[in-house]
């Protein structure tokens, strides 16, 4: 092993011991969280026209006065329990003063989760000492749970309830989206079998089945994002650079306004005339031309500076979420009691 890799496992270990005294001692990383429980009934509304069955919280039925409700544990009668994020100052406080502190808990899953993001993100900057096998690791695992989280997002919220909920409502309506209200239709099938000639591709035979809904997806999806793009963006800015070079507000001449039109409209002729290549950039021609050159450089470093502020933005979120939820070195938004935990660690309180 050389000095520079000794080094790396050095702090490697020193950073992993502080990381387990740091959430041992002073349970940094913990997350806490606010357990309500729902309970729907599938009944008939007595305001409703159609006489249809729907779902409904057993607490409106109730108000409503619906005799005969179905009795828990039938295939009318479910319930279930959702978590929402509560910070460490309202969980300590609420299990002392409210009337159900049970509802009140410290999350395993949700506490793992800070910790797996807080070290791969921790293993992602380590990049900057030097590739390394952390880092490889880290890269790896973010782009494969990416993949696989968008599918899951694709099927849950595209597949299930604009496929499956169109041509068997009644089936999804009972086993995943009770308040589903669709009718059968049909001319879903269309899609359905689109969908299954593009897997296609993944047969050893028959490849070619796959370009017939591949070249319908991309066909289709030009002309309507081509006609989007026209409406939107060629004729906006179109419409947008033609303005008055004379402003005036409350019949008075505004010079800042009209200012401001002027170097639009001349930035906005100056690179067209860098664009058109026909006349040769010589002469007056040739100066317009490097006016324009000018105009697209500060647009493009403007742009550039945008982009990098954006960067720098999630850079800060990033490093608020390391410092905060995940060390607890810092507290900007008053979460948690910091300084009793640490005393309490010594013995002073």
């Known amino acids: 092993m050389n000095r520079e890799s000794m080094i790396f496992t050095v702090l490697l270990v020193v950073g992993a011991v502080c990381l387990l005294v740091n959430g041992l001692v002073r349970g940094a990383g913990a997350s806490y969280v606010k357990v309500t429980k729902h309970e729907f009934v599938q009944v008939v509304d007595p305001a409703s026209v159609d006489g249809k069955p729907t779902w409904m919280p057993i607490a409106v039925a109730r108000a409503k006065g ?185 019949d008075a001449f505004n010079l800042w306004e009209s200012v401001k039109n002027l170097l639009i409209v001349f930035g906005c002729l100056v690179c067209l005339v860098y664009f058109f290549f026909s006349v040769e950039h010589k002469g007056i021609v040739g100066k317009t031309a490097r006016v324009g050159i000018w105009v697209l450089m500060i647009t493009f470093g403007a742009g550039f500076g945008y982009t990098v502020m954006g960067r720098i933005a999630l850079l800060a979120i990033r490093l608020e979420f390391l410092f905060d939820d995940f060390l607890w070195l810092i507290d900007p938004e008053n979460k948690r009691a910091m300084l009793m935990p640490l005393l309490a660690s010594f013995g002073i309180a």
Request: aromatic share 12%.
């Open 66 to 250: 619906i005799a005969n409700l179905p009795a828990a544990g039938s295939p009318d009668h479910i319930t279930w329990d959702s978590e929402s994020s509560i910070t460490k100052r309202t969980h300590d406080q609420e299990r002392l003063t409210a009337p159900n502190p049970e509802q009140y808990r410290f999350s395993l899953a949700r506490t793992a989760g800070v910790w797996a993001a807080g070290l791969f993100t921790l293993a992602i900057f380590s990049f900057l000492y030097r590739d390394n096998p952390l880092y490889k690791v880290a890269e790896a695992v973010l782009v494969g749970v990416s993949a696989a989280y968008w599918m899951v997002v694709a099927f849950w919220d595209t597949i299930v309830p604009n496929l499956i909920g169109k041509l068997s409502p009644d089936t999804v309506q009972q086993w995943a989206m009770p308040g589903l209200a669709e009718d059968r239709n049909l001319w879903y099938l269309i899609p359905l079998v689109l969908g299954v000639m593009l897997l296609w591709r993944l047969a050893p035979k028959g490849n070619w089945i796959a370009r017939w809904p591949l070249a319908f997806i991309i066909g289709t999806t030009a002309g309507l994002r081509l006609v989007a793009y026209i409406h939107g963006d060629f004729l906006a800015q179109i419409r947008n650079g033609i303005l008055p070079l004379y402003v005036e507000v409350n």
